[in-house]
């Protein structure tokens, strides 16, 4: 099989997510390491935006989203599959994904940008692969660009120094539960690794676990979530790996999905009526904002004050798309998952129907 080519940077958030799914898909596949000419090149040219990662197939399509990326694997190269067939493991490998790649962007960023060694480290990376061959003190310059562009999207993701207490709680509670639940599984749903761990690989890999500070703060002590880091990131899973049998969702898990419940499904509900609100005044089909107003929503006991950004909904209406896939006896095993939980609003949620526009998405 020839190899895909995929463009991004290892401490990119969703190249991290698509290099540890590509790795144990076992697709042979080349790391190309993005730089600025390729970025605002045949990139910026393919999908009208500056994006990381990108696959390029052997027969030449360019491919970008990394859930839009992994569903096309997945119903072309069917074996080694990474999504369980059984109902409530898929629904949950799916929710956990979408949770991974969205709630925590915050978290991720607050570590990486408030802390100066993770900079250093940052730049020492960055600043050769964007401009390879570049002087040293014009990749600095370029760096630090980018930083202070990303820098400029805490306020709007909520990290602000008063919110910032809530995300360390938040993310101190959801560290020590993986921890306790790697010390009985190796994966997320089980001994093998699926679209769960993948949703994960993002925030832990590519910026936990990769920066200095929260590695030796918050990765490091948890001796269990480092082991699955090295797992998820080497794709090493021997041959008598599976997941949970019968359908099976361990307890080791349930303060993971307690707190999705408790905390994610009201951020999208606010999300939901805030979009709604915003297209209201806006003519039909038109592409909506990546970020859109104010909204309050729960966050580790307290109230988190972010903005709305309308492209979870998205990725929640593909997770609904899965539910209403499945026959009627699998509908109600996940409903009756979901109502142990009190979440039955994932799946009885009204989404319009919305289409994926790059990195933005309007309703059809």
Known sequence: MRKFT?????LSYYTGKLLCYMTHKGVPFELKKVNAFTLIGPIKKRFRAIVMPVIVTPKGEWLQDTSDIIDQFEASYTDNPMIPDSPVQRFAAHLLETWGDENWIP????????HPENYDA?????????LPWFPKFIQNKAVAKIASGLKSYLPALGVTPEQCPLLEKEVIAHLDALDAHFAEHQYLLGDCPSLADFGLAGPLVAHLAHDPWPNREWIAPRKNLTAWVERISKGDDGNNSSWLANDEMTKTLQPIFESIARDFLPTIEATLAKTLEIAASRPAGKVLPRSIADISVPKAG????????????????RIQSVYKSMAEKDQQAVRTWLAGLDAEGFIDMEIPKMKRNGLRVKFV
């Open 122 to 130: 940052f730049k020492a990376e960055a600043g050769p692969a964007l």
């Open 6 to 10: 995929l463009y991004g940077w290892h």
């Open 302 to 317: 307290g109230t988190y004050k972010c903005n709305a950004s309308p492209f979870v909904l998205w990725k929640m209406q």
């Open 107 to 114: 978290v991720s960023l607050m570590a990486r940008w408030n």
